[in-house]
């Protein structure tokens, strides 16, 4: 990925910044600044949760990223690097899974680890009132909230069977293992994909109209980027053997009251 910095290694994978993800971490650390419970902390206070939030929150995809590479190395495919970008993170794998089970593994293990976390932090926000200090309690709530939200709409979304997403990625493996043909049901799941993603730009753009929040316009140009993304390995399997393939993870920015977070993520297979 161009433009992007490397800041370490994680298992041994490269952790990348991309130079997109700056604005949007700071989009995301704003708007959970603004719905945070400010109470003793003041308005520094609140900008300091929004931070620290984004920062677990985005920590929180690098996680899935990682259980995408983890599963991937257990059936022999090395992982180059994981990349946050503007619409989340990417794990370029490099190759595919071997087989249709290997796929469905490596797909599945991203959403199983982002409901683990939910869970985890689910736990922790009921607990936090014996551990943090009165005075951080509703700080340490509210990123645990934010983090228990983000994970289970990242889970929860990247299920959704289309790909390039990560349900779109089981779906692919159960045709392959049907049709024996990896291209041909690479093809009927994009297909899918591009009707769901059509769908979702079609209901933020109703979201848009109808509430005049123009923070939905943010699920349109995601739904923007999954059409492409779905579009563009249609086409390159239609004309020729596979050659790049994207997988995006999810979408969500900043809503409103709840504040969940913009975390998308996106793998990118390379064979
Ligand atoms: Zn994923």
């Given amino acids: 990925m161009s433009r992007a910095f490397p800041i370490g290694r994680l298992c041994g994978i490269r952790l990348d910044v991309h130079a997109s993800w700056f604005p949007i971490y700071a989009l995301v650390a704003v708007t959970i600044a603004n719905a ?3 109470g003793a902390l003041g308005t520094a206070g609140a900008y300091g949760v929004g931070a620290a939030a984004a920062l677990v929150l985005f920590a929180s995809v690098v996680l899935h990223e990682l259980a995408h590479a983890l599963t991937a190395r257990r059936f022999g495919v090395q992982t180059t690097s994981i990349a946050l970008f503007l619409f989340g993170g990417v ?3 490099e190759a595919e899974p071997p087989t249709p089970l290997a796929d469905a593994a490596v797909a599945l293990a991203g ?4 409901a683990l976390v939910a869970l985890t932090a689910f736990a922790a926000m009921h607990g936090v009132d014996a551990v943090v200090p009165f005075r951080y309690t509703d700080a340490a709530a509210s990123i645990l909230a934010y983090v228990t939200f983000a994970n289970a709409v990242l ?3 990247n ?3 289309g790909y390039p997403m990560d349900g779109g990625r089981v779906l692919r493996a159960l045709l392959w293992q049907l049709r024996g043909d990896r291209d041909g049901a690479t093809v009927t799941a994009a297909l899918v994909g591009i009707g769901f993603g059509l769908c979702f730009a079609a209901g933020g753009l109703v979201a848009v109209a109808v509430t ?3 923070q939905f316009g943010w699920y349109v140009v995601l739904a923007g980027f999954l059409v492409r993304t779905s579009w563009v390995q249609f086409r390159a399997l239609r004309r020729a053997p596979l050659v790049v393939t994207l997988r995006p993870t999810l979408p969500t920015l900043p809503a409103s009251e709840v504040s969940s977070v913009g ?3 996106a793998d990118r297979w390379s064979v």
């Fill in 36 to 38: 945070a419970p400010i």
């Fill in 263 to 265: 975390v998308r993520t």
């Fill in 91 to 93: 794990a370029t794998l």
């Fill in 212 to 214: 005049r929040t123009w």
């Fill in 155 to 157: 889970a929860a979304f």
């Fill in 159 to 161: 299920l959704i069977p």
């Fill in 111 to 114: 959403p199983a680890m982002s």
